[in-house]
Every structure is written in structure tokens, then in C-alpha cells.
């Protein structure tokens, strides 16, 4: 199984332990409602965990595999798009997760993409308050 299909299992069954074994020590995930990257695998499990709880309903639709150019260093990487749809704050939220592999097949790099723009409000405010909640974000947090 490669691991975009071990991914897609994982977030599928919410098993933060799984997305332990896919995401490099240095994982960088750039947020639709944030300009810096969440950076490093304690911070992007434990936003993975808030994400659990805020997002219902959600399901992967498709997928598309490929190569694409990294934020990071600008190389190019093995990468895979997946397409989503979920809600969150009452919102429905067409999405899609961009993941880039390093040469181990592990997550070094994930971008989110949300639309529309009030979805990505309201999953902005709902994912602060479960960062907030659970220490990882302070209170006063700007995003």
C-alpha cells in the first residue's frame, strides 16, 4: 500500500498512530487559515487531533498522483492530491490535501486547500479553539 492509500486509511479511522509512521521528524503543513506553516511532527499530529474533532462528515472523493515542485526547497517530489469534502461549524467545505513524499515515501510536506471562503472562516475559528484548548496555540493567537 502506498502512502497516500495508508493516509487516507489513517485520517479515515482518526489513528493519529498510523499518521506517526507517515510524517517526517521536519513535516512542514501550510493551513488555509494560516500564512507560516505548522512545522515539525509533534505540532502537526497534535493539529491533526483538533482536526479529528472539528471536521464531520468528512470523506475523501478522488485522488491524482504525480510529481510537483515543494515550498520548502523548491525540488521537485513524488506527491499526491486528494480531493475531500466534510463540514465544520455548520460550513460545507470542498477541500483538497496536497502531500509531497521524500525519497523514504514518508509526508514531508502537506498543503490544505479549502473553499469557500466562509467554510474556511469557520474552520479557522473552530481549529484555534481546539489548538487554544489543547495548549498547543496561545490564547491570543492572530493565525
Do not use: C, N
Not at 489513528?15 to 509512521?21: E, Q
Not at 461549524?89 to 509531497?100: A, N, Q, V
Request: proline share 4%; no cysteine.
Amino acid at each position: 500500500m502506498i502512502t497516500a492509500d495508508r493516509f487516507r486509511d489513517a485520517v479515515d479511522t482518526r489513528d493519529l498512530a498510523a499518521l506517526d509512521d507517515l510524517f517526517t521528524e521536519d513535516i512542514r503543513l501550510y493551513s488555509p487559515v494560516k500564512f507560516t506553516p505548522f512545522e515539525g511532527k509533534p505540532l502537526v499530529l497534535g493539529l491533526f487531533g483538533v482536526l479529528f474533532r472539528t471536521f464531520e462528515d468528512f470523506r475523501y472523493i478522488g485522488d491524482h498522483t504525480g510529481t510537483a515542485q515543494t515550498t520548502a526547497d523548491g525540488s521537485s517530489a513524488p506527491s499526491a492530491v486528494l480531493l475531500f469534502r466534510a463540514k465544520a461549524g455548520g460550513k460545507e467545505i470542498h477541500g483538497i490535501d496536497l502531500l509531497h513524499f521524500d525519497d523514504d515515501g514518508r509526508i514531508k510536506e502537506f498543503t490544505v486547500m479549502v473553499r469557500p471562503r466562509s467554510a474556511v472562516h469557520a474552520l479557522g475559528a473552530a481549529v484555534l479553539a481546539g489548538l487554544v484548548s489543547d495548549g498547543l496555540a496561545p490564547a491570543s493567537s492572530g493565525q
